[in-house]
């Protein structure tokens, strides 16, 4: 699945500079608006993971959606942007998860006895940023940084782990629902830097794994996000 996200990634910036040599050879506009539609692709960071639990394989985040470009000044280059967007992370881990009798225990296992454990969670997102950028009416290359806040509802999690003998997934409510934190993008053109750190717990809490210990992870994201007019 990661080549599909890889290659949606690179028609989407391809896409922003096509646009963008478009737009250089229009009449400059002074009530301009930018970027209104974003794509993201990062690697998921689990925070203050219990004693023994390591990452495994590619945790990956991939995030999109529209927002609202409000400027604040005659320059237009200095907002807010308000917006509402999809996002599917991933969690790989040694923590694997199994549900019985409508129960979930959470057991560290060593690597070797299964092939992968995952957490998977999709989520509606509402992102709020403070805007600041060099663009003007005339010029699209342009540094910006845009700081802020999201706030998630994850309408589907699952867990699954893969073993030899098989695979077993199921619907996890343990995963917190609202998830919320603080976010930075910045960059110049068609590359930024994207970084989010949670301000709450993947999982609920209280949960905990089979020998007592607090399961309190929390999520650092880092990848790159691409705008698009």
Do not use: C
């Not at 896409?15 to 608006?33: C, I, N, P, R, W």
């Not at 603080?182 to 960059?187: A, E, P």
């Not at 905990?208 to 999520?219: A, E, F, K, P, S």
């Amino acid at each position: 699945m990661s080549r599909y996200l890889l290659l949606l990634v690179f028609l989407v910036s391809t896409s922003g500079f096509s646009q963008e040599q478009m737009v250089d050879s229009t009449t400059a506009d002074t009530k301009y608006l930018e970027d209104q539609f974003y794509i993201g692709l990062g690697y998921n960071v689990l925070l203050e993971k219990p004693t023994n639990v390591v990452q495994r394989n590619l945790s990956y985040g991939l995030q999109l959606g529209i927002i609202k470009d409000i400027p604040f000044n005659s320059r237009r280059n200095f907002g807010v942007g308000l917006g509402l967007g999809y996002a599917i992370n991933s969690y790989y881990s040694n923590i694997v998860a199994s549900e019985t009798g409508g129960s979930i225990t959470y057991e560290i296992m060593d690597q070797a006895d299964f092939n992968r454990s995952k957490l998977e969670t999709h989520a509606i997102e509402l992102p709020f940023e403070i805007r600041w950028r060099t663009s003007t009416a005339e010029e699209y290359k342009f540094w910006r940084i845009y700081a802020g806040a999201k706030l998630g509802y994850v309408f589907s999690g699952r867990s699954r782990v893969v073993m030899e003998d098989g695979t077993d997934a199921f619907v996890n409510n343990d995963i917190e629902k609202w998830q919320y934190g603080l976010m930075v993008n910045f960059g110049y053109n068609t590359w930024n830097i994207h970084a989010y750190y949670a301000l709450n717990p993947l999982l609920k809490e209280g949960t905990q794994l089979t020998n007592g210990d607090t399961i309190d992870m929390r999520v650092l994201r880092i990848g790159v996000i691409f705008y698009i007019l």
